[in-house]
């Protein structure tokens, strides 16, 4: 299985509403790194939070990470019709000199 | 001003030809990455640069052969495609010298199919 599982695999709701997903790893990192794909597009960093932090806040966004579960979760708050892609997390693994990602979530978000 | 581009956007080719995917980053970075997306979406890298020199070689076939001219350019060719080979790839590039894995910064994609 993968470093990085996210989990759901696709996630729909509706505008307005907020979306979680969580990100699973099996090895110690040095940061963690969330990033957001649109249909059709390369991806795109959202925020990094560091071995030694809880959580961090972007705009509406949220992430909190737990190295003890070895865990991390991504909120989006007040989601909007283009939040709908697909988000993945990257666990920079120490000593890697490299990010592994997961298979990321799949989000919809209904108008 | 794209930050990290690549060409072509899109690729169609017969099994056993040859063909290359040329990126290019202008944002001044020091290490650049080739990485491939299959039709499941898992994203797996394939090689890194740093500075001109391979830093990273995955388990990628020998087939495929990334060449780096100046440290803002990272090319990746690819001998004799087979089926397998099609999926979208792409390129990207962070500062530093990759240890640290920092945030990086991805191209549009080349849409590979192999006929």
């Known amino acids: 299985s993968q470093q990085g599982e996210e989990d759901p695999q696709a996630l729909s709701i509706q505008e307005g509403e907020n979306a979680t997903m969580n990100c699973s790893y099996k090895?110690?990192?040095?940061?963690l790194q969330w990033y957001r794909q649109n249909s059709g597009r390369g991806l795109v960093h959202l925020i990094l939070?560091?071995?030694?932090?809880r959580e961090k806040h972007s705009g509406r966004l949220r992430v909190t990470l737990d190295t003890s579960k070895k865990s991390s979760s991504l909120l989006i708050t007040a989601s909007r019709a283009a939040d709908t892609a697909s988000y993945f997390c990257?666990?920079?693994?120490?000593?890697?000199?490299?990010?592994?990602f997961g298979q990321g979530t799949r989000l919809t978000i209904n108008p | 001003d794209t930050a990290v581009s690549q060409t072509p956007k899109y690729l169609v080719t017969q099994m056993g030809n040859d063909k290359s995917i040329k990126c290019e980053q202008n944002?001044?970075?020091?290490?650049m990455y080739w990485y491939k997306q299959d039709s499941k979406k898992f994203l797996k890298i394939m090689f890194s640069?740093?500075?001109?020199?391979?830093?990273i070689n995955e388990t990628v076939p020998n087939r495929f052969s990334p060449k780096s001219p100046d440290k803002a350019h990272l090319n990746l060719h690819i001998n004799s495609l087979e089926l397998g080979d099609s999926a979208v790839y792409f390129c990207?590039?962070?500062?530093?010298?990759?240890?640290?894995?920092?945030?990086?910064?991805f191209g549009p994609g080349t849409r590979l199919l192999v006929l």
């Open positions: 090895t110690s990192i040095n940061n």
């Open positions: 990257a666990t920079a693994v120490w000593g890697a000199q490299k990010l592994v």
């Open positions: 990207a590039s962070s500062q530093g010298q990759g240890h640290l894995q920092e945030t990086q910064y």
């Open positions: 939070i560091r071995s030694n932090e």
């Open positions: 640069y740093n500075n001109k020199e391979l830093i």
């Open positions: 944002l001044g970075h020091d290490t």
